[in-house]
């Protein structure tokens, strides 16, 4: 109980997993669009960005659960994990339209995991915690900025 009160403050990390299930997401989508040879360099900027950003950010999640005594497996991360978004990125590529088809993907996901940053914030009281959960909104908002940028 010490050590949870020096890290967070509270037994929340239900739900800090659920965010790092969100950033799985998230790091699936860039992988995919990077993975793309005909993605515009602005797309292929945004999808490296919120690669690397992103997976920075769910180490450091994942290291906060584990202070907090949660443990994360691989496939922990993977449950939630949509193949409909995987295979409507691949289903762009044959229609021609995967930059549009990315921008919207991403957004969504960002969108809906900024939100759950902010649902999950409001609900953390200690201090370390509510730190990440900020670092990770900000991270959100800026790539959100980047892909709307043209």
Do not use: C, H, W
């Not at 997401?25 to 990077?34: E, F, G, L, N, P």
């Not at 005909?38 to 584990?66: F, G, H, P």
């Amino acid at each position: 109980m010490v050590v949870r009160g020096l890290f967070g403050g509270n037994s929340n990390m239900d739900k800090f997993l659920e965010l790092a299930q969100d950033q799985q997401q998230i790091i699936i989508v860039a992988k995919t669009a990077d993975e793309q040879p005909t993605l515009s360099s602005v797309n292929r900027n945004s999808a490296i960005t919120t690669l690397s950003s992103t997976t920075t950010d769910q180490s450091a999640t994942i290291e906060y659960m584990a202070k907090n005594g949660k443990k994360v497996k691989p496939k922990d991360l993977e449950k939630t994990v949509n193949p409909a978004l995987t295979e409507q990125l691949t289903a762009s590529v044959a229609a021609g339209t995967f930059d549009s088809t990315y921008k919207e993907v991403m957004a969504t996901q960002l969108a809906a995991y900024s939100k759950n940053l902010k649902s999950v914030y409001e609900q953390t009281g200690g201090q370390n915690g509510r730190e990440l959960l900020e670092k990770n909104y900000q991270n959100a908002q800026l790539l959100l900025q980047q892909l709307n940028t043209p």
